[in-house]
């Protein structure tokens, strides 16, 4: 474990594993420790991974002023940990709703971006978002055997209560997880199982709070971006649904987007051999 000091004093923790290039990775969760992540799929036999642990998770301090929770906000720690690699440019992956923080950092720092990997990103940055049917539509290719005829059942739930403006169970939120999966094993239970202890609750909700987006501002931003992008779907994920990457794919300049075949929200999990394979063939070659 490796620690900087951010632009407000907070201090911040880095694990580093593997050897070679270095490729910064945001953590998703929202605002779960980077532990989660792996050496993704194997992509540690390659590339040096420098996993972030975001702050207030993980071996990170919490700051003194929680509203920098907010996403928008984190911007500055991504700089300021390009700033003590000593890196003039930098390959990045992001995960899940760290998608966001990434898509944010490029429309705020365009020139210290190389290379990108989005993968199953959420995309509130840039105001995109599936629809209820579009999502229930990907969810419902899964029926017809268990765990997933159960967690259909609790994600139809959850949209409806979502859809009429509810907070749906917490309940419901757990038997619909084996839907983020491709695979449901002992293995990804364990996974699932680590993720309350590994998340900061109080930094989660104030993740994409009131203001931390601007999806004008940010589109405009990412317009600049000259390094090649690749949103990487899952078949089987439903948020972002395969049309929603290509969509935010779109909004780059050189971005491209590639579907994982059976592949769910945790696709180096799902097949690690061909995840790392092709993040490893698109860092050294491009899209």
Same mark, same amino acid.
């Given at each position: 474990?490796?620690?900087?000091?951010?632009?407000?004093?907070?201090? %911040?923790?880095?694990? $580093?594993?593997?050897?070679?290039?270095?490729?910064?990775?945001?953590?998703?969760? +929202?605002?779960?420790?980077?532990?989660?992540?792996?050496? %993704?799929?194997?992509?540690?036999?390659?590339?040096?991974?420098?996993? %972030?642990?975001?702050?207030?998770?993980?071996?990170?301090?919490?700051?003194?002023?929680?509203?920098?929770?907010?996403?928008?906000?984190?911007?500055?720690?991504?700089?300021?940990?390009?700033?003590?690699?000593?890196?003039?440019?930098?390959? @990045?992956?992001?995960?899940? #709703?760290?998608?966001?923080?990434?898509?944010?950092? #490029?429309? @705020?720092?365009?020139?210290?971006?190389? *290379?990108? @990997?989005?993968?199953?990103?959420?995309?509130? &940055?840039?105001?995109?978002?599936?629809?209820?049917?579009?999502?229930?539509?990907? $969810?419902?290719?899964?029926?017809?055997?268990?765990?997933?005829?159960? &967690?259909?059942?609790?994600?139809? *739930?959850?949209?409806?209560?979502?859809?009429?403006?509810?907070?749906?169970?917490?309940?419901?939120?757990?038997?619909?997880?084996?839907?983020?999966?491709?695979?449901?094993?002992?293995?990804? *239970?364990?996974?699932?199982?680590?993720?309350?202890?590994?998340?900061?609750?109080?930094?989660?909700?104030?993740?994409?709070?009131?203001?931390?987006?601007?999806?004008?501002?940010?589109?405009?931003?990412?317009?600049? /971006?000259?390094?090649?992008?690749?949103?990487? #779907?899952?078949?089987?994920?439903?948020?972002?649904?395969?049309?929603? &990457?290509?969509?935010? +794919?779109?909004?780059?300049?050189?971005?491209? /987007?590639?579907?994982?075949?059976?592949? #769910?929200?945790?696709?180096?999990?799902?097949?690690?051999?061909?995840?790392?394979?092709?993040?490893?063939?698109?860092?050294?070659?491009?899209?």
């Amino acid at each position: 474990m490796s620690i900087f000091t951010s632009h407000d004093g907070t201090e %911040l923790a880095y694990h $580093v594993r593997g050897e070679g290039e270095p490729l910064v990775c945001l953590p998703g969760g +929202a605002m779960r420790a980077s532990a989660y992540l792996g050496d %993704l799929g194997g992509l540690t036999a390659g590339r040096r991974l420098i996993l %972030l642990d975001l702050r207030g998770t993980g071996d990170s301090a919490i700051p003194a002023d929680e509203s920098t929770y907010r996403v928008d906000h984190q911007v500055a720690d991504v700089e300021a940990l390009r700033v003590h690699l000593g890196l003039e440019r930098m390959d @990045v992956l992001a995960h899940s #709703a760290s998608g966001n923080l990434a898509q944010l950092y #490029a429309a @705020v720092h365009p020139e210290r971006v190389r *290379r990108l @990997v989005l993968v199953t990103p959420t995309c509130w &940055a840039v105001g995109l978002d599936s629809t209820p049917e579009q999502r229930l539509e990907v $969810v419902r290719k899964r029926s017809g055997s268990e765990p997933y005829d159960t &967690a259909i059942a609790a994600y139809e *739930r959850i949209q409806g209560i979502m859809g009429a403006g509810g907070t749906p169970a917490p309940a419901d939120w757990r038997q619909a997880m084996p839907l983020a999966y491709g695979r449901w094993n002992d293995e990804v *239970r364990a996974h699932l199982d680590a993720s309350d202890r590994e998340k900061n609750a109080v930094a989660a909700a104030a993740y994409a709070g009131p203001g931390a987006f601007d999806p004008p501002a940010t589109r405009a931003g990412l317009r600049r /971006v000259e390094g090649e992008v690749l949103v990487l #779907a899952g078949e089987l994920d439903s948020n972002p649904t395969p049309a929603l &990457a290509a969509e935010l +794919a779109g909004l780059f300049p050189h971005g491209a /987007v590639d579907v994982q075949a059976g592949g #769910a929200h945790f696709p180096w999990l799902d097949d690690p051999q061909w995840f790392a394979a092709r993040v490893e063939r698109f860092l050294a070659e491009g899209v």
